[in-house]
């Protein structure tokens, strides 16, 4: 019997839009998978130069593998199409904080805080900027939202008592601390915090038995 013969047929998993390379950039990236996320991304954009979410996963997979400088690229190309995309001005804050450009970074996890005002990561990244800075008040303030808006998180509890000690506030300086000891007893920082605890109200005694200042004539 005479067989009929094969038809090939064309793939129909291969992806044929932005979108769906996308998507399957997305699957391979949360699979750890970042050299065919990559691809993939790259694909989406050459189909898509708008898709600016594509770019944005460039710059993520980018600076994970410490290539600040095309991350950096990634993320103003999503910052094009869409200036008002938070997670990309933050992206770039992280870039721009490892390089020293400290301004740079106040300036873009500021934006991204005023775009997304509830999420505490752009809250704690612009105040631990302005605390490297020397805007110790603003430091103080954007933990403290930081900690409202996520009280769970140990980092934003070390942070802020760091804040509150550079801004001269050593009572809840201390208070701050222990309540970082509470909540993370077993933490490796735990040594040089208690250390911390120790010399400041050691300041705090010596400041209370400093005779007062004379009264003006």
């Known amino acids: 019997m005479r067989r009929s013969p094969t038809i090939r047929r064309p793939a129909t998993d291969a992806p044929r839009t932005a979108a769906e390379c996308y998507q399957l950039g997305a699957e391979a990236y949360k699979k750890r998978k970042s050299k065919d996320a990559l691809a993939l991304f790259a694909r989406a954009l050459?189909?898509?130069?708008?898709?600016?979410?594509?770019?944005?996963?460039?710059?993520?997979?980018?600076?994970?593998?410490?290539?600040?400088?095309?991350?950096?690229?990634?993320?103003?190309?999503?910052?094009?199409?869409?200036?008002?995309?938070?997670?990309s001005h933050n992206g770039i804050g992280n870039c721009y904080?490892?390089?020293g450009l400290l301004m740079e970074a106040f300036q873009?996890?500021?934006?991204?805080?005023?775009?997304?005002?509830?999420?505490?990561?752009?809250?704690?990244?612009?105040?631990?900027?302005?605390?490297?800075?020397?805007?110790?008040e603003m430091a103080v303030l954007?933990?403290?939202?930081?900690?409202?808006?996520?009280?769970?998180?140990?980092?934003?509890?070390?942070d802020l008592g760091a804040a509150y000690y550079l801004s001269g506030d050593f009572e809840r300086a201390i208070t701050q601390y222990q309540r970082f000891l509470e909540r993370?007893?077993?933490?490796?920082?735990?040594?040089?915090?208690?250390?911390?605890?120790?010399?400041?109200?050691?300041?705090?005694?010596?400041k209370a038995q400093a005779p007062a200042a004379p009264l003006p004539p």
């Open 184 to 206: 993370a007893p077993g933490s490796s920082r735990g040594a040089e915090i208690r250390a911390k605890i120790k010399a400041l109200r050691r300041r705090l005694e010596k």
């Open 108 to 136: 873009a996890f500021k934006a991204a805080a005023r775009i997304e005002p509830k999420e505490a990561l752009y809250h704690h990244n612009l105040g631990l900027t302005a605390m490297d800075i020397g805007f110790h």
């Open 97 to 99: 904080r490892d390089q």
């Open 142 to 158: 954007e933990l403290e939202s930081a900690q409202t808006l996520d009280p769970k998180l140990e980092d934003i509890l070390y």
């Open 46 to 87: 050459e189909l898509d130069p708008a898709f600016f979410r594509a770019a944005h996963f460039q710059g993520m997979i980018q600076y994970e593998k410490d290539q600040i400088e095309a991350a950096t690229e990634s993320f103003k190309k999503a910052l094009k199409v869409n200036p008002q995309y938070a997670k």
